[in-house]
Each structure stands twice: as C-alpha cells, then as structure tokens.
C-alpha cells in the first residue's frame, strides 16, 4: 500500500521554505549590516576629516596674520598634507590657484569642483563670522600698527603697578583690562562723574593718569577716525571719535549701520599687516573627484540591478535545495518502502554520509525485526511441539487408565512421573530464558573453590555408561555464583554423556590465565559438524531434526549455558572434529 505524504508536511517542501526563509534573511541581513557598516564608517571619516579640515584652517590662518602674503606657504602646506594625508589647495577667491600639495603650483582655475569628501573654507582673519565672542569679525590677533614694542607693553605694566600703590593697595585698585597688543586699559566711570566723592575722583585721575596711548597708538586712531568719518559721511551720519579701546567715546547709540562702518574701517586699515584672503579645499587624495551630488543612489537601475541580484541567489537556492532534497528524500522513501515490506530484496544505497548510515542502521534494524519474527515463530512452534509430545503421552495414558484398557500400576506412573518432570524441566529453562531476555537474571557471587564446584557436577551428573574426571588445582577459586555456574557447566556436562558412546571419558578441567578463568568440558563422541558449530547454542536448535528426545533434549540447555556465562562477564564457545573430540569452553575474566 502506497503511503502519500501530504504537501505541506514534505521534507522537500519544508527544505525549500527553510532555504528561501534562510536566503531572504541573509540578504536583508547583509545589506542592513552593510548599509550600517558603510554609514557608520563615512561618518568616522567625515569626522575625522573635519578635525583634520579645522587644524589645516588654523594653521594657514595663523601663517596669513603673521604674513602680508602667500609667496612663502608652501612649505607649510606640504607639512600640512604629510602630517593629515589631505590633499590641499589654496586659491584666490576667483579659482587662481595659489598652492596645491599634490604637485606644482598652477595659476589656472580648478579643473572641477570637489565632491562629499571636500572642504572649502575662506581664510580671511579681517572678516571671520560674528560672534558674542568677536563682535566686530577681525582676529584679535592682528594688530597692525597697534602693536606695542616689549619695551612699551613693560612700561604700561610698571605704570599699572604704580596706579595700584597710589590708590593704596590692590584692594582699592580699578579693574584692569589688557587688550591683545599687551595695553592696558581701565574704565573710570564708575568713579569718575557726577555724584561721586570728588576726592575720591580726583585721587583716581591723579593715580591712573597715564595710561594714555603711545605715540603710534595715536598715529593709528587718527587714520582710523578718518576712515571712521568717511564711512559715516557716506551714510549721513555723524561723525563719532573713536577712543584707544575701539570704542566711540561721541557716541550716545551704537547702530548695527555705525558698527559696519568701524568693522569695515579696521578692516580697511590692517588690510596691508596680512595676507589677502584666500579659498581653501582640502580632501581625500584617493578618492576621485565628483560631483557634490554623489552618494547612495537608489535610483531605478540600481535598483532594478539588486532586485536582479536578489532574484538570482533565490533562484539559485531553490534550485540547490531542490537538488538536495530530493537527494536527501530518495533513500528515505526507498527506506520506507522496505520497511513496509520486510523480507524483499533491497535496493543498494552507496551514500556515504548521515542520511546513508540511518538507512543502513534502519535496513539492520528491519532485517533484525525480520529474523526476529522469524525465530519467534520458530520457537513458539518448538515449545508447542516440546509440550505436546509430553501432554499427549499423559492424557493419553491416563484416558487408557480411565477407560480400563491400562492398569494404573506402579510401571504407569513412574512413566507418568518421567513426562511431568520433563514437562517441568522445559517450563524452568524457559523462564531462565526469559529472564535473562530481560535482565532480571540476578546472581549471587561469592567465592567459591573451582575444584569443589566441578566435584559437585560431576557427582550430579553421575552415569553409568560414561566415566567422568576432574582436572583443575585444589587452591584454584573464583568470584561467581556457585549455583547458576554449576547449572551451566551442569548442562554443559549432560550434553556431553549424551553425545558420547558408552565406555568413553568426559573431562571437566579448569586453569587461570592471564584474562581469568578457563573452564572446559571435553567429551570424545559423536562431535558437531563446522556448518552447525555457529547454531549450537541457539534455542531449540538440534544437529538432529528428527527431534528425537532418546538423543538429544529440549534444546534449550546450550542456549542456558550462554546467557548464564554472559551474566558473568564471560564468553562460551566450542571447537569439534567430529568422531574424535568436541570441546566446550567457558572463559571468566573475574576471578577472586
């Protein structure tokens, strides 16, 4: 009968879905992983290359402060390239390139813009971006003609110095403020007006009377109040003096119109203390330069090219699983074919891998279930037949009695007697059997004098017709059950007086060897064919088929005799020439 397996539950069915699930996965998988990986590491590198960007701009802002040009940059922007791996360029800011680490200066516009990896920034410390910090957008550190001489920048401290013991001391001394040229200035308004202690003001103006500009301080602030009226006049505007601090000292309101006017004007006027504003780009040297669009394109031919990919390594999974599948499913059905029909001739399997070993251990396991039946069968048609033979014998006997034919003397029932002990007899090796079958044959061991065991057996086994004698050393002893072993080498003996002609000798003798124990039972009788030595110890097993109990038993005593040797931990065999001598053996590896 032919076995369908429904669809959803087929292990090709289920092998395929496992596959695309498993595909799917790691596609979507390896493209998160790479998307995050790639983000993750342009992100580190625009950092990194920012840092890079801000220390290549202070450098170069620092050198246009203290140069009036660009002629001798060079050097410090090669330095700068080594030093961060940029490649920089430095232009004027119509595209006239000033300098270029990668190779000689070209006076020529840039060939092509830059992409996402450049940096462009304006180097002009005359017109940085306004902050709270820097009000008027000029790098404090440009001083230009307000530059004091060291000389000066002393005596103004020594003057400070001196205005502070006048007062009396630094707890009565003014706040001092000193501006980036190294000059000091103090604001006086808040002692110096009206409502304030007129001795008080004049000991402040007294103290701190010379603070005023120097020499070239005052050149400076006279061009720059030109410039400052220029510029206002321009605007009609009014004109404001501007004091030694930058600030306008006329001035009631300070409009953004009056504060771009004194921008422009100190622009104007440090214009020649440092270089001319210049374009910076700095960037990557190994990646190409492209248009400032590049980047992850999703557009629709990239896109249709991984949905191209996709498909492809899903085709080629469901074709590879497929393939695998039904490599896999073959043998299993052929398996299961052979199962359902035990006994038929089996198709050869060659896999050598786990699919091919579970085959070979599931045919071993049919082929064994096969036998196994088979020998039950077997055996249960012996024990009827060793059970019949007897019980017919009694009922038929007793029927006699009962109907008078036979007299039911002292001759019938020791013959009835004979039938019920051989009945018993069977009925005990079977449940030996049986519980050996189960493992619940349990043995009692002690140690026990080998030379008394085998005295014993022999002295049970007495026969008339057949001598027996003993070999074996009278310290030899052993760790056994002394009952079930006198059982085994028991039946072992009986065997052999059966099998032997009368008048002969059957030799029970015992020795230690390097493993345990060797005990043998040599008889010189009929012998065992070599084609029936591997049955012999099989169940219900006779070299005669006639079954004929004058000759042979039930044909359970051999197999008795193994399963008691193996609850030991031993091993039973036998070697025979027939007509000459067959020898048993039974070999203990614990003795005591």
Not at 10 to 31: E, F, N, Q
Not at 302 to 318: E, F, M, P, S
Request: glycine residues 6%.
């Amino acid at each position: 009968m032919r076995h369908n397996v429904p669809l959803r539950h087929s292990l090709l069915i289920r092998l395929l879905i496992t596959s695309l699930l498993v595909a799917l996965t790691s596609i979507a998988a390896s493209a998160w992983l790479a998307s995050q990986t790639v983000t993750r590491a342009i992100a580190q590198e625009e950092v990194r290359a920012q840092a890079q960007d801000v220390q290549i701009y202070e450098k170069l802002t620092d050198y246009a402060i203290t140069n009036t040009d660009w002629d001798g940059v060079r050097s410090t922007v090669v330095k700068l390239a080594e030093e961060t791996g940029r490649r920089i360029v430095l232009s004027t800011p119509r595209g006239e390139v000033i300098v270029d680490s990668s190779g000689p200066t070209r006076q020529q516009p840039l060939a092509a813009p830059y992409g996402t990896s450049a940096y462009t920034s304006l180097i002009d410390p005359l017109h940085l971006p306004r902050t709270d910090s820097l009000a008027s957008g000029i790098d404090r550190r440009v001083l230009g003609p307000y530059e004091l001489q060291r000389h000066e920048q002393l005596i103004f401290r020594q003057t400070v110095d001196a205005a502070v013991r006048c007062m009396g001391g630094p707890e009565f001394a003014l706040p001092v403020t000193y501006l980036a040229n190294g000059r000091p200035t103090v604001n006086l308004h808040p002692f110096v007006g009206p409502g304030i202690e007129s001795a008080r003001s004049e000991q402040v103006l007294r103290c701190y009377r010379d603070l005023g500009p120097t020499e070239r301080e005052r050149l400076a602030l006279k061009e720059l109040n030109r410039l400052m009226t220029g510029c206002l006049a321009e605007q009609n505007i009014t004109a404001r003096e501007i004091g030694d601090d930058f600030r306008l000292v006329r001035s009631t309101l300070l409009t953004p119109m009056v504060q771009n006017c004194l921008d422009s004007s100190r622009a104007e006027q440090l214009a020649g203390y440092v270089a001319p504003a210049a374009l910076l780009l700095t960037k990557d040297p190994d990646l190409p330069d492209v248009p400032s669009t590049a980047g992850f394109d999703l557009s629709r031919d990239n896109t249709v090219r991984i949905a191209w990919v996709t498909g492809l390594v899903l085709l080629l999974t469901v074709l590879i699983t497929v393939a695998v599948g039904i490599r896999l499913v073959r043998p299993l059905r052929t398996l299961a074919a052979e199962v359902r029909s035990p006994g038929e001739p089996l198709s050869p399997i060659t896999r050598n891998d786990e699919i091919g070993h579970l085959t070979n251990v599931f045919r071993d396991l049919s082929q064994r279930r096969h036998e196994a039946e088979t020998q039950r069968k077997a055996m249960v048609s012996d024990i009827a037949h060793e059970l019949r033979t007897p019980l017919n014998n009694i009922r038929g006997w007793l029927e006699a009695a009962e109907d008078g034919v036979a007299d039911l003397d002292r001759a019938l029932v020791s013959s009835l007697l004979e039938e019920a002990l051989l009945l018993q007899r069977v009925v005990a090796d079977l449940q030996d059997l049986a519980e050996a079958d189960a493992g619940q044959l349990r043995l009692n061991r002690q140690t026990v004098s080998v030379a008394a065991l085998l005295e014993q057996v022999a002295a049970m086994q007495h026969s008339d017709t057949v001598r027996l004698q003993t070999e074996v050393d009278e310290r030899l002893q052993a760790w056994l059950d002394p009952v079930r072993m006198r059982q085994a080498i028991g039946n072992l003996v009986s065997n052999a007086i059966r099998h032997s002609p009368p008048g002969s000798t059957v030799t029970l003798r015992a020795r230690s060897t390097a493993e345990g124990l060797l005990i043998e039972v040599v008889d010189h009788g009929t012998g065992i064919a070599a084609q029936d030595l591997p049955h012999v110890f099989e169940r219900f097993w006779r070299a005669e088929k006639s079954r004929n109990r004058q000759s042979g038993g039930s044909g359970l005593g051999l197999a008795i005799v193994r399963q008691l040797v193996q609850a030991h931990g031993g091993n039973v065999s036998v070697t025979s020439t027939p007509g000459r001598q067959t020898v048993f053996r039974v070999e203990l590896t614990r003795v005591a």
